[in-house]
Antibody, heavy 122, light 107 residues
Framework: EVQLVESGGGLVQPGRSLRLSCVAS????????MHWVRQAPGKGLEWVSG????????GYVDSVKGRFTISRDNAKNSLYLQMNSLRAEDTALYYC???????????????WGQGTTVTVSS | DIQVTQSPSTLSASVGDRVTITCRAS??????LAWYQQKPGKAPKLLIY???SLESGVPSRFSGSGSGTEFTLTISSLQPDDFATYYC?????????FGQGTKVEIK
């Protein structure tokens, strides 16, 4: 079964950093774009960042630009999100998600992890 | 940035009802729109991609339509398993955005 497993969440003070990881299994990871999506407690979904199969195309939501960095290591089937200068409003469940389209195509996100929780609080 | 506005935010319906949810984009996104279902404590599930293509394994009572700026998700006959929150999401260009969500409740 195709699977994504996130890790790296936790409780962190405002202004500090955290690195999320997502390990993929049972699909050709290096063929697909990958994304991070978050959901604050009791709120809706927010797309955070996406990265193309070859890291050639990267995007961020405006609220995290300059603070978060997405990256991937295709040799390790892994996706990362480096989060710096964290704020209380970054508190959320962070999901890793696989793009349905391969190479340069996009069709939405068809495989999701179970999420990892980030809490930013003093 | 392209915004997507979803309506209604809450919908009360009965089993067997036909349900329609609307999503409007702030500018044309062609057919680059997806619909997701999310149940409490669970990750979202892709239902529809490219505005009207049904994801594998999704029941045929779900359908999507529209292009440009106006889109709809229709559940032809609401089943007990369908009570959940539904989101539209555009993927025309970065940054992608989700609609605010529509919670489908039991009437």
């Amino acid at each position: 079964e195709v699977q994504l497993v996130e890790s790296g969440g936790g409780l962190v003070q405002p202004g500090r950093s955290l690195r999320l990881s997502c390990v993929a299994s049972r699909f050709n990871f290096d063929d697909y774009a990958m994304h991070w999506v978050r959901q604050a407690p009791g709120k809706g979904l927010e797309w955070v960042s996406g990265i193309s199969w070859n890291s050639g195309s990267i995007g961020y939501v405006d609220s995290v630009k300059g603070r978060f960095t997405i990256s991937r290591d295709n040799a390790k089937n892994s996706l990362y999100l480096q989060m710096n200068s964290l704020r209380a409003e970054d508190t959320a469940l962070y999901y890793c998600a696989k793009d349905m389209g391969n190479y340069g195509e996009h069709y939405g996100m068809d495989v999701w992890g179970q999420g990892t929780t980030v809490t930013v609080s003093s | 940035d392209i915004q997507v506005t979803q309506s209604p935010s809450t919908l009360s319906a009965s089993v067997g009802d036909r349900v329609t949810i609307t999503c409007r984009a702030s500018q044309s996104i062609s057919s680059w729109l997806a619909w997701y279902q999310q149940k409490p404590g669970k990750a979202p599930k892709l239902l529809i991609y490219k505005a009207s293509s049904l994801e594998s394994g999704v029941p045929s009572r779900f359908s999507g339509s529209g292009s440009g700026t106006e889109f709809t998700l229709t559940i032809s006959s609401l089943q007990p398993d369908d009570f959940a929150t539904y989101y539209c999401q555009h993927y025309n260009s970065y940054p992608w955005t989700f609609g605010q969500g529509t919670k489908v409740e039991i009437k």
